[in-house]
């Protein structure tokens, strides 16, 4: 479990095929201060395992489906990544609760520096739509940050000068792909929702449910 708290930009050091499965080196030295062989450690909000500890990073074992339902499979050597170690029990909450897990990649489309901060926009798979809402939570890349805007099938963040600096969102470019993942309690939320509209209306499990803004409206959900 993490909290979208970026605590360090480390980099892609080697990616090399390992059996069925591929293992990156990366560099580090922050995150590296209290984990060990076996811990959790999240690379562009991607949970991997280090599988091995070094003075100067870890390396750390990735299936080819991860590399290529997240971004990690288009990192070259050098290339920066956002990194944070698994929260402990007695850590701060800073962010929101994130598992780690990539719903889907978006595509940065715009950056705009507007008073002090970046609004930044991405676009996503339309089937995530149903779990953003303004002013709701996100993870891009690792980072816990706070919805915006929502626009069609984009949604706009903004980035104060702290976070800016300390991720690596100051280095991508426009077309550049971006890890999501929603946020936890909003799954549930709408999986919850879909049950009982599912009920209501006997639609049989496996189909579509039909889930609306007016549909929840209707049933006093919003």
């Known amino acids: 479990m993490f909290t979208g708290i970026v605590r360090e930009i480390g980099s892609l050091k080697t990616r090399r095929r390992s059996g069925d499965s591929y293992q990156l080196e990366i560099r580090a030295e922050k995150v590296l201060g ?17 599988v091995d500890i070094t003075r100067e990073g870890f390396a750390a074992d990735v299936m080819p489906e991860t590399l290529k339902k997240s971004n990690l499979g288009e990192l070259k050597p050098g290339d920066p990544v956002n990194l944070e170690p698994a929260l402990g029990v007695n850590d701060l909450l800073d962010g929101h609760l994130v598992s780690g897990h990539i719903d889907a990649t978006g595509t940065l489309q715009e950056v705009t520096l507007k008073s002090r901060s970046w609004l930044v926009e991405v676009s996503y798979p339309p089937e995530l ?92 959900f919003i």
């Open 129 to 220: 739509d149903k779990y953003f809402i303004s002013k709701g939570s996100v993870a891009l890349n690792g980072i816990s940050l706070t919805i915006v805007e929502l626009s069609g099938n984009s949604l706009e963040v903004s980035l104060i000068p702290e976070t800016w600096s300390a991720t690596t969102f100051s280095d991508l470019k426009i077309g550049a792909k971006i890890n999501i993942e929603v946020d936890m309690l909003g799954k549930y939320v709408v999986k919850t929702t879909e049950n009982y509209l599912q009920g209501e209306t006997g639609t049989p499990g496996g189909q579509s449910s039909g889930l609306t803004r007016e549909a929840l409206q209707d049933k006093g």
């Open 34 to 50: 209290n984990s060990g062989r076996g811990d959790s450690i999240a690379v562009n909000g991607v949970c991997l395992t280090a």
